[in-house]
């Protein structure tokens, strides 16, 4: 019901029972206040909210005000500014002066106050609580001399999350926030969500990072920053967590139209970046993500996705690879008409024809190519394009997306003799099940992931012995650990920190052996040329009659395709964020440009090229959609025994001696029994945005503005 | 019928009542989820705690009735005594006879945030209603210091009361109630009624009690008690406590009353419970019935009552001083020279004013004043009886060349500080 209030000289209508303090925020009027919070519970301790009610004798906070109909509030008086001004000075003498050299500064509710009442503690006897910093936590710091008492952190913690860490200790007549017993967060069951340091209105709880309003959010939530294609992840995470495989699913397919494939190869920058590593170890996001996207049906988003009208446009995909796929997908949900060129029978690019099936099974690739005939993409495969300019007859745009599928082969003597290999070609061929021409005994020059997707590949092609041997050392090898691992469990023998000298001739032009030098330094000098110091006399030959090149891949594409071409041979974008080519209208995206990269970054390039072109064809650029319901989180998540110190769930492997042999699938995922617990071990970085922010007095009217100054 | 006996009847009484009876007797009450039953957080004797042994029957009965009346499901009982077995065992008993949803919590302090939607109560209020169950009217709970409670007519003045609890001193300049002081004029008018008093507990003040002495109790001991969560009760407790101690040392201005006063009176306004209410009365009352005696700290260097350590001085009667020297081997500052042959010299910069000295004399001849000290005290004398003179002529030859001391900590001190002066010749 709404009633009738009188605040000042503005008269307002508001839901009976409202709390006038809000009210009165709500309505632009200016009350200033410190432990009130809008998603905390009253406490009426800081007395700064102090109003007189007309009928009644005396001050009572508006924070605890209920409004009814007829109510007439005063908001300024010399009782009032004598009291409120008094709670201040109280409040700031026992608050450290150094405004300027505390981290919070400009970003400080208190610091605003102290500019709004302009009071300082001059009269009072000030004093100093005397308590150390708290450095020990990961994520979140202490610093209890700043405090104010004002509560919110208390509140915030037990009341709006349901965790109820923080509370009230008492140490010789000082009382101060802390956890039982004083004991570290971590061991107090901290979930690190971060709601103490949302509300805090001074440095007092603050991040251990710091950031400015700007990268306030890239900071906090670096999964979603770092994430190519920046998916939602907590909100999908959380949505796993309830059980809720297709609107979990339906977040991630807004930013990216591959996640089953993505949950099984993705490179993973948000692991490396996820707040709990701070905390133990890392959530499993890639294991998770794959999980969704293997238990739903996919109807839920499907139904939802953005289809716009028909434009009449025309555009060339040349590439089916993941860039090429992407493009072409949004570009369709754009209105255009969109026909796929691939050269090879599959699409898929690198996904089908570079990244072994043992780890990404080609029916998913199947499965999620088949999303693009939602978009009504034309596919034609089999279709080889060396000069797009010629298509520009035909289209209206072009998008030249064809990875780099040429490996490369070093200038070293013997790099022409019969049983030589080169990466790119050797995986595709395994992947077609045509013959590569692979022997018995296998050396494959290279250390990073590719060398590894060789090496396996020829364990399970029946080599008999697979050697691996790479430049670098050890500790800094580029390929992932666990691939360093698994093939060393299937027998691959990984020689790190060796130069290639020569392959050596049998004598009737075909490979017998290589002969390695040991590494002693490697480092790159003032001019960023490799230098090499080999050590003395340490030359060795391993034995065998095939060789696999695997540093390094170039693009696939004639010399003379008329386009402007770059680094590396790839195709040059000379304008500054932009992905259009030295050919007005060609555009391109994906490995093609950059170089040999990730699949997630292809999908990003893919993106980027869809809203390009749109934008070039006359569209508006904007491909985002919504495919998961509107919903928003509950800020209460609860109690966990033990949070802090829950373990991570890794995916399970099947073992070496059983999966060395074919090419099935080596990894099953996370099992179900701990999908649930490992999507739990999320901080949930994003929930604390969704806490009301602090009201300044700056925020509002100019007569707020005017007092201040005086 | 007495609040301080178990009032079964009073149980008995209330099954036989409808709501609408109860609200006749006892008045209406608003909706709440739960009665918490607990002693004010002010109360720090803790004296009405008896009730719960001496009266469990009348504390159920009490709840059963306000839970009736408010619609509560269930009730708390908050006190350190429910540790005690048997008075946890007794208030069970006669819940569970009652029908009672009770829990017994062991705290001396409630937190009223967590109580949001609960009606607080006291006990007394519990043992009242208990009495009105049973057709009696409940008296007035109070005790005299350490003594018993009693029960009193609430409209019998304090001083009657005083005279009935035993012999009320000739020098009673006021009395000490809830944290708060009334002068001794206003005790023949006031009544236990109006008093109304939390905790129950008077304790008379006469000459011997310094009353700033006092306010500074009662403000470190609210100080100890808060929950530091009020602006005004945990900052304005601790500006209090800063500027009473400089009073009470002896570097107090007049800004240190003013200060204080006006933080007081903000506070009586600015808390959000019963100890906070109660914080600035130590002040308030103190400045408005006992003013000359508070500011004469200030003003004259003087502490009435003698209280006040820095306002008191510690000096050997150099007449009565036989030179036994017990009294600085027990002064933990050594401050007490002792020259063989003369009397002791207490230095008073450092003298804690401890009063050690004063035990340990086996002449009596040390005094404390709250005045001046004599001039004949200030220097130390050569002593009268023969046999120390005769040590002290043995050393009066070899005193002019060093003036070394027996107690020899001192000597250099003694030698900075330049209050000794020599005996002259």
Known sequence: ?710 | MSMLMNNEAALAQLSALTKEALEEKLGKREKAGAITAALYNSDMERRKDILLAKNPAGIIAGLCALSCLTGAKKAEIVSPCVADAAVANGLKAAAEKAGLALTLTEDDFVTKTEHRSDLLVSFEELAAIAEKLAGEEPKALYAVGDGDLAEADPAMTVKAFLESQGDVPEDIKGIAVDHAFCPAGALETVTLGQLASRSGVIRVLTGKDCILDRARKEILSLRKKSCGKCTFCREGLYQLQVNMDAVAAGRGKTTNFEMSQEIAEAMLVSCNCSLGDDAGKPVTTMMEYFRDEAEAHVRRKECKAGACLAFLQIYVDPAKCQGAGECAKVCPVDCIEIKPGYTALIESFDCTRCGKCIDACPNGAIVRTAGKVPRNAETAVRLKNAAAAAAGAADADDDEDDGASRSSARAGAARRHRTLRRPGR
């Open chain 1, 1 to 710: 019901m709404s009633v009738t209030i009188k605040i000042d000289d503005r008269t307002l209508q508001v839901e009976e029972g409202m709390n006038v303090l809000e009210a009165a925020l709500q309505n632009g009027i200016y009350i200033p206040h410190l432990c009130h919070h809008p998603d905390l519970p009253e406490l009426g301790s800081c007395r700064l909210c102090i109003v007189e009610v007309e009928g009644e004798d005396g001050v009572t906070p508006s924070c605890k005000l209920e409004a009814k109909d007829g109510m007439v509030i005063r908001t300024k008086s010399d009782q009032i500014s004598h009291l409120r001004n008094l709670s201040m000075e109280l409040i700031l003498a026992a608050h450290p002066e150094d405004c300027s050299t505390c981290p919070k500064y400009g970003q400080c509710e208190m610091q605003t106050l102290i500019q709004y009442m302009n009071v300082s503690a001059t009269r009072m006897n000030r004093r100093v609580k005397g308590f150390k910093m708290n450095e020990e936590n990961p994520l979140i710091i202490h610093d209890m001399n700043r405090c104010v008492m004002c509560g919110r952190c208390v509140r915030a913690c037990g009341e709006l999350r349901g965790v109820g860490v923080l509370q009230y200790n008492k140490k010789e007549l000082e009382t101060y926030v802390g956890t039982l017993h004083d004991k570290l967060l971590k061991d107090a069951d901290c979930r690190f969500c971060g709601a103490c340091a949302e509300v805090c209105p001074t440095g007092t709880i603050r991040d251990a990072m710091n950031y400015t309003p700007i990268e306030k959010r890239d900071t906090l939530i670096p999964c979603q920053a770092t994430c190519p294609v920046h998916t939602d992840i907590p909100r999908y995470i959380r949505y796993v967590r309830q059980g809720k495989y297709a609107e979990a699913t339906a977040v991630i397919h807004e930013k990216l139209p591959f996640p089953e494939c993505l949950g099984r190869v993705c490179t993973r920058a948000c692991e490396g970046k996820c707040r709990r590593g701070e905390v133990n170890e890392p959530v499993s996001i890639r294991n998770i993500k794959r999980y969704t996207a293997e238990h739903t049906d996919n109807s839920l988003w499907m139904n939802k996705i953005k289809k716009l009208p028909a434009t009449g446009k025309k555009v060339c995909v040349i590439g089916g690879g993941p860039a090429g796929m992407t493009a072409a997908y949004y570009l369709g949900k754009q209105g255009h008409s969109v026909t796929l060129k691939e050269q090879y029978p599959a699409l898929g690019g690198q996904m089908h024809y570079g990244i072994p099936s043992y780890r990404l099974p080609r029916d998913v690739v199947e499965k999620e190519a088949g999303f693009l005939s939602l978009a009504d993409v034309k596919v034609e495969t089999g279709v080889r394009v060396d000069h797009p300019a010629e298509l520009l007859s035909e289209f209206d745009a072009v998008l030249v997306a064809v990875g780099t599928h040429k490996g490369v082969i070093l200038p070293i003597p013997g790099s022409d003799l019969d049983g030589i290999l080169v990466n790119a070609t050797f995986l595709r061929q395994a992947s077609m099940g045509e013959e590569t021409g692979m022997g018995k005994k296998v050396v494959i020059l290279g250390g990073g992931n590719v060398a590894f997707d060789c090496a396996r590949s020829a364990v399970r092609l029946g080599a008999e012995e697979v050697h691996l041997a790479c430049l670098e050392k050890r500790e800094v090898m580029l390929a992932d650990d666990e691939e360093i691992e698994q093939a060393t469990e299937e027998g691959v023998h990984v020689h790190p920190g060796q130069t290639f000298d020569q392959i050596l001739d049998d004598g009737n032009g075909h490979v017998c052996g290589v002969q390695f030098s040991n590494v002693e330094k490697f480092y790159f000098d003032e001019n960023r040329r490799a230098v090499t110091v080999k050590e003395e006399n340490s030359e060795h030959v391993i034995e065998c009659d095939t060789v696999i090149f695997a540093v390094g891949q170039r693009i696939d594409l004639a010399e003379d395709s008329g386009l402007e071409r770059g680094r590396g041979n790839s195709i040059a974008t000379p304008t500054e964020g932009s992905l259009a080519t030295s050919v007005p209208g060609i555009f391109a995206a994906g490995d093609a440009v950059y170089g040999t990269q990730t699949v997630i970054k292809a999908v990003a390039s893919g993106r980027d090229a869809a809203i390009e072109i749109d934008k070039y064809l006359g569209g508006d650029g904007d491909i985002t959609e919504t495919l998961a319901p509107a919903d928003t989180a509950d800020q209460w998540i609860g109690h966990i025994d033990g949070f802090g110190y829950l373990e991570r769930s890794e995916e399970e492997f099947i073992a070496a001696e059983e999966r060395d042999h074919d090419f099935r699938p080596i990894s099953t995922g996370i099992c179900d029994a701990e999908i649930c617990g490992e999507s739990r071990r999320c901080l949930q970085c994003d929930l604390r945005f969704g806490i009301t922010g602090h009201r300044l007095w700056s925020d509002y009217s100019n007569d707020a503005k005017e007092e201040a100054a005086i």
